[in-house]
């Protein structure tokens, strides 16, 4: 029982985190530009969310690997926006990526030592 919620917590955690993120691509719909603009700048500002989805579907099939990716990035996001010093509301943006990261990795673990056994 607690294999199945530490196998699905991280993946519906990493669905709702990627959602939150992309309410903030919808933003560019308001404003005078043309279509084309909009549609450009929702791209744009989606673009984290594609690459983040991407990690996840690679996480789902293979969870170590795509932890660690996923909690490599977030790490590389928070030095990029300087969360430790300068910018600490980021981190709410990027903790919970970090924390389905993490959890893929160690539900790994879990998994292949319960599968040896």
Do not use: Q
């Amino acid at each position: 029982m607690t294999e199945r919620i530490i196998y699905w917590i991280p993946r519906i955690l990493n669905i709702i985190a990627l959602l939150f993120m992309l309410l903030f691509s919808f933003d560019v719909f308001e404003g005078n530009d043309t279509l084309w603009h909009k549609i450009l700048g929702f791209i744009m500002h989606s673009i984290p969310v594609i690459i983040l989805a991407c990690l996840l579907v690679l996480a789902w099939y293979r969870e170590f690997v795509g932890g660690i990716l996923i909690f490599a990035v977030t790490l590389a996001g928070c030095f990029y926006f300087r969360s430790f010093t300068t910018n600490p509301y980021s981190l709410v943006i990027l903790v919970p990526f970090m924390l389905t990261g993490a959890i893929f990795v160690i539900h790994h673990f879990l998994y292949r030592k319960a599968k040896a056994d």
